[in-house]
């Protein structure tokens, strides 16, 4: 018996200007939609460019309240195409607090909540430690008509801590809106070596968890950063079942549940796990 | 400045005469000593035939003490060559508590400890938990003459918390014994996508970790088993730097340990993790 459920991840360049950025990814998921797809998910912080490349407090504007205008939006979209979507947006708490978050919807239009990326990068080119305050709400799964949703964002991905945590909780699949480039310096043997690499991570969280995962990146050049794309999804042993290039693309999947099941009774590995042995990756001595 | 050591893995067929595989093992430990392996890996349980396959009260006669004759003659042949020595073994530490267990010898000859396999698999072809009580010290790094060396042990390879916790502790590469293959009903399409996920999850130890990880799996035919070989070395963003096919080999590899520091400052993974909401790894609710 299968599960299937088509999921759509949308590959988008964005511009400086945030209403139509936001337009286009609607515009997609409708795209989306009417393709079938049962689960849209955006590349992360969709209506805006990757505005972190430069310390600048009026980028702080751009931000949205989690019981705002573009939830509410999101909402009537949800339930107008009958699809779930998964959107990463920046997030206003209040004056002076910013998360860099993702809100999910049912496919009934209603909220089932928001997760707050837990791990926030510093390099050159990401300075997100100046934005965004670290995720603190912890690791979520949200019941979705199709199927149980984990979201996680981007730096997330290299560390294996947060897929498992989000596992855990019966995630079908772990949704990655991601935005991830190299710098004027990096070369392609470099962008290559970055590129597997993160692939690689991806791949180990579904291997690991038994799980299906989808990495959205976003496309283009903008300012320092060119954006790879390469959006994929990845079966439970690490299989990769669909795949975009450097172009703007909706990508589609479809992704068997039921193979859940199969993949955790050949290779049982969550029956293994020796909890009472992993205090050290809590901190405690 | 680069700080390069010279690791070899031992990829062997093993046959049921546990003298001859010991010699042999030794053997190859001296001609990877001759050409300036300065730390040498043995492949899991290089002393017999993967006896697991089965249930057979008779198998626990293979066990040996950690006090015993091979550890001492370990410690002599490291000593006499100068090279660091990591050795799979079946221990026996009173009668009913086995263990599958690793040995870690110092260039010098003195016996650093050991390590006990803390995740024991259970499936068709691979009845370990008939034989092993899983690993009761937890996990380990050993300082050596030429770097710290953390060990795990096939089952583990699955486990991104063991390779955490052990990363965590220092160790520059971390060391897999493994024994891994196909059963009969598993064909060529089948073996590459279990490669594909074994390599996959080596590699995304050394890229969340930033360290060097070495897989050492057997070769031939065993029973219903046919071990794959492809034992294989990573460097810490998950570039493989040497690899071998299915046949018997020393492979040998260069590692940096100077790329560790390196490759954590280019990708700071270990700065950003979250320990204080990880809990529910641990089994916590």
Redesign the interface.
């Known amino acids: 018996m299968s599960k299937k459920v088509k999921v759509a991840l949308l590959q988008l360049e964005a511009t400086e200007n945030k209403t139509s950025n936001t337009d286009k990814t609607f515009q997609c998921i409708r795209e989306a939609a009417e393709n079938g797809a049962q689960i849209v998910c955006t590349q992360e912080l969709f209506q805006t460019l990757y505005f972190c490349q430069n310390h600048n407090e009026d980028h702080f504007d751009l931000a949205e309240e989690s019981d705002g205008d573009l939830i509410k939006k999101l909402g009537e979209l949800a339930k107008e195409l009958g699809v779930v979507i998964v959107s990463s947006f920046f997030e206003k708490k209040m004056a002076g607090v910013y998360f860099n978050t993702a809100s999910v919807h049912d496919a009934d239009g209603s909220f089932l909540g928001i997760y707050r990326k837990?791990?926030?990068?510093e390099?050159p080119g990401f300075h997100e430690k100046y934005y965004f305050t670290?995720g603190d709400e912890?690791?979520k799964v949200f019941k979705t008509k199709y199927g149980k949703v984990g979201v996680l964002i981007c730096?997330d991905q290299?560390?294996?801590?947060s897929a498992?945590?989000t596992a855990?909780k019966g995630a079908d699949i772990l949704f990655y809106p991601t935005a991830i480039g190299v710098l004027p310096n990096e070369d392609d043997t470099v962008k290559r070596?970055f590129m597997?690499?993160w692939e690689?991570?991806h791949?180990?969280h579904a291997?690991?968890n038994g799980c299906f995962v989808a990495a959205i990146n976003r496309v283009g050049q903008e300012g320092g950063i060119r954006f790879w794309g390469d959006s994929f999804v990845s079966a439970p042993?690490?299989?990769v079942i669909a795949q975009a290039g450097d172009e703007e693309t909706i990508l589609y999947a479809e992704c068997d549940f039921n193979l859940i099941e199969k993949q955790r009774r050949t290779?049982?590995?969550l029956r293994?796990?020796?909890?009472?042995?992993?205090?050290?990756?809590?901190?405690e001595k």
């Open positions: 837990m791990h926030i990068p390099d670290p912890g690791y730096w290299w560390f294996p801590e498992r945590l855990l070596e597997d690499a690689t991570m791949k180990s291997i690991a042993f690490g299989q290779w049982p590995f293994d796990r020796r909890p009472e042995t992993y205090k050290a990756l809590t901190g």
